[in-house]
């Protein structure tokens, strides 16, 4: 039999075998490198750089998989070297422990006999300590080293940060978003000249103007013409029932400079109050500008040799969705009516809701309008006016008088309440999204439901009142085209509804037909709190638009004021850095621009990441760490490292006359697995031996309560020599060679024949009270 035990004191040697650890150290510093740093790689179908993800995260299964047996193979051998190094010292190591290298990336060893008796065993408490501890970091990070590797190596889908730029806004905060709407612009100069063009009949046509968003409100109310009560509609605490969901009116633009925008919100139903956000136009604005000039920059954005993040980003056109965010102020508004009542031509009470600053109405309140018009009219009239304190938060109060009974006696009359905030919130894409303010659970508690306007106790929320100039500027005169007689916009909105129909005008009882919650029918009351939400909420969000373009020249050829690029203006955009000259000798306040696309991308941001990563890491340092010990001691070998060797061992040993009787058919005593074995050099001295032992001696496995025993024999029992003395730098071989010639012959006799004796046969059992 040729040598297969190799003890070596050399450095080489020693750097040798830790070839095992190089592979999977690399292969987890690259995956922690690729999702520390991140790496974008497209949107997972063609043309993207992942052809199918279905079969590249098979095939990085694959490797994930292979990464974890690497990872298992160090840790085995760091456990194997580690339980050798003992096994050849003084003082040995726990029986259990043999195998120790083969059983520790199985769980079930850590509650199993073996382990418990190695802490019970004789070793020194602070040599127990370390080598369980050893174990169980080595079985914990074998357990989890496959899942944390695909975890790392399959890409998945995130939100990538893509660039992105702050621009400026001329003004302060105050200026650009005022708590009192007196005009249209924050340029003094221009507020003559924009005051008469936004109260001309031609005022819906113009971007600039508060009214501008009229077109596409009155399609809006042509294709969605009523709010119907219904069964399948929640009630709300005030016997009136309105629609589920959320509804949104897209504003056009007939100015390239003002993008579309989106006004989204909900009416009173499963929501407690209506409410509608808007975006706040200046931001999206330059929003929409840096956008187009990203996507010019991708578009040319060209691979650097050696640079991973430059390939990233030519995989940026290659995404599956894009998201735009500007953090700013954004107007948002709700708005209560009462039921409606029926008022006579000397009537001048009316109730309006009150307006609680932080909660749902549910109450109304009667307020004396003594400059309530009371001459009878055939057609619909809205009236703006001033609430008082009483009525909570409110930016105005609305009057919305029906055409008057045939009479002329009476009509009917519906007080509303608006409040209007600047909210905290962002600009994103086409619309405004307030930020977070309450959590579910608190809203449950209070019995409101579904509905964003939740402004917080901060004073974050800024409220907004409407000076009569500006309420005048959002509802300009405009001639019916039908009829021919004077209006305003909001009129003829509401006019072209279905709020006042047929069946409203020939009804005997106005009111009461109004007031109709059945399965069914019209709820006026509803409808008319979204449109007036719609209405207020489109013109704040123009506030300011003339600010934030250079209108010289033709207004076709209209641009962005203070778009001025710097010179590396497409490198900085695109890493999210300030791109844009900021304006000089003016006041202004920034915002910021960030651009972020949807895609398959290495990227470590959550939890899970992060503790995958700390497997790989704990297994980096810990093989780290016992390759400097490694080389520092010099002490390594490859013997006893597969169960063929460690069952040559054992043959080759002298069987124990003590410790291990009665354990041929298993071992069931705690007190067995705490028993200590070495290995020693045996040097047979029976004159009679046929064979001389190779170097003077024969490696034997010894339990320590048989030592005393063998070394009064036959045989002198000596330990292994000091492998990290200097004084030599070889290898030494030690060869395991089986007994021959009269004494193994006696061996295999005395053996055969107590197993032939049924008396000596039934000793041969597990040692159930052994200790």
């Known amino acids: 039999m040729s040598p297969q035990s190799q003890s070596s004191t050399t450095a080489g040697s020693a750097f040798a075998r830790l070839g095992v650890h190089i592979l999977p150290i690399l292969t987890s510093v690259t995956i922690i490198s690729l999702n520390l740093g991140g790496l ?42 580690t339980i050798r190094d003992q096994l050849v010292s003084t003082m040995g190591v726990p029986l259990n422990l043999l195998s120790v290298g083969f059983m520790f990336s199985h769980l079930s060893f850590f509650w ?35 899942p944390s590797v695909a975890v790392l190596l399959v890409p998945r889908y995130h939100d990538w940060d893509a660039g992105g730029s702050d621009f400026s806004l001329r003004g302060t905060v105050d200026q650009i978003f005022p708590d009192r709407l007196t005009n249209i612009t924050t340029s003094p100069s221009r507020d003559e000249i924009l005051t008469s063009l936004c109260l001309s009949p031609n005022a819906t046509n113009s971007a600039l103007c508060p009214s501008a968003g009229f077109l596409s409100l009155m399609s809006h109310v042509i294709s969605f013409p009523k709010l119907e009560n219904g069964f399948d ?45 808007a975006p706040y136009l200046p931001a999206m604005m330059y929003q929409t500008a840096l956008k187009e000039d ?29 998201t735009l965010k500007t953090l700013s102020q954004i107007p948002i508004v709700r708005t209560g009516c009462s039921l409606a009542q029926n008022i006579s031509a000397e009537g001048t009470n009316i109730s309006f809701p009150i307006m609680p600053e932080h909660s749902c109405w549910n109450e109304t309140a009667s307020l004396n309008v ?5 001459e009878p009219s055939d057609r619909l009239r809205v009236t703006w006016t001033q609430l008082p304190r009483e009525f909570g938060s409110t930016s105005t109060g609305m009057i919305f008088e029906a055409p008057w009974v045939d009479n002329g006696t009476s009509r009917v009359v519906v007080g509303c309440s608006i409040d209007a905030r600047w909210a905290k919130g962002r600009v994103d894409a086409q619309q405004g999204h307030v930020s977070e303010t309450e959590t579910l659970r608190y809203r449950e508690l209070r019995g409101e439901l579904q509905t964003p306007f939740r402004p917080p106790t901060d004073g974050s929320w800024r409220p907004i009142t409407f000076d009569a100039s500006w309420l ?54 509803l409808y008319l709190e979204w449109i007036t939400a719609l209405v207020i909420a489109s013109g704040i969000s123009r506030h300011g638009i003339d600010g934030a373009l250079n ?63 700390t497997v790989l890491l704990a297994h980096i340092v810990l093989v780290l760490g016992h390759s400097v010990y490694v080389v520092y001691t010099r002490r390594s070998s490859d013997a006893w490292d597969s169960v063929m060797e460690m069952l040559i061992l054992a043959h080759n040993s002298q069987p124990t006359s003590y410790a291990l009787r009665n354990t041929s058919a298993g071992i069931r005593s705690l007190e067995t697995f705490k ?19 190779q170097s003077g001696g024969r490696v034997e496995l010894v339990v320590l309560e048989d030592e005393d025993i063998l070394g009064s024999g036959d045989q002198q029992v000596s330990i292994l020599p000091d492998q990290t003395a200097p004084i030599s730098t070889s290898t030494t071989a030690i060869s395991l060679l089986p007994q021959k010639g009269q004494a193994g012959s006696k061996d295999s006799s005395i053996r055969s024949r107590k197993l032939r004796d049924p008396a000596e046969f039934q000793k041969v059992q597990p040692n159930l009270a052994y200790s």
């Open 40 to 81: 974008y790689l497209g949107r997972g179908t063609l043309p993207g750089p992942v052809i199918d993800l279905s079969i590249t995260s098979a095939m990085l299964q694959v490797v994930a998989k292979l990464q974890e047996l690497l990872i298992v193979a160090s840790l085995t051998s760091v456990v194997f070297n």
């Open 551 to 613: 209108m010289t020249g033709d207004v076709r050829s209209w641009t962005l004021l203070d778009y001025s690029k710097r010179p590396d203006f497409n490198k900085r955009l695109v890493a999210g850095k300030t791109a844009l000259q900021q304006p000089n000798g003016t006041e202004f306040t920034s915002f910021f621009t960030s651009i972020s696309i949807n895609g398959l991308a290495y990227k470590a941001n959550s939890i899970t990441d992060y503790l995958a990563i």
């Open 112 to 146: 199993s006999m073996e382990f418990w008796g190695a802490l019970r065993s004789q070793l020194p408490l602070s040599t127990k300590i370390l080598t369980a501890l050893l174990l169980v970091a080595a079985g914990i990070i074998s357990a989890t080293a496959g």
């Open 472 to 525: 005048r500027l959002l509802t300009p005169p405009q001639r019916d085209r039908s009829t021919g007689l004077d209006s305003n916009a909001f009129q003829s909105i509401l006019e072209n509804s279905d709020i006042l129909d047929q069946h409203l005008n020939n009804a005997d009882n106005p009111t009461e037909t109004w007031n109709d919650d059945k399965d069914g029918s019209l709820n006026r009351t």
């Open 294 to 322: 990203w996507n010019s920059v991708i578009g040319n954005t060209f691979w650097e040799s050696g640079n991973a993040e430059s390939w990233g980003r030519t995989q940026y056109n290659w995404h599956k969705s894009s």
């Open 233 to 277: 509609k929640g009630p709300t605490p005030r016997v009136i029932h309105g629609p589920f969901g959320w509804y949104s009116v897209t504003v056009d633009s007939n100015l390239a400079a003002v993008p579309l925008s989106l006004l989204v919100g909900n009416p009173r139903g499963a929501a407690c109050q209506a409410s509608v956000i």
């Open 675 to 693: 028993k200590m074995a070495v290995v020693r050099v045996t040097r047979p001295e029976d004159a009679d031996a046929e064979v001389p032992m």
């Open 370 to 374: 003594s400059q309530l018009d009371n």
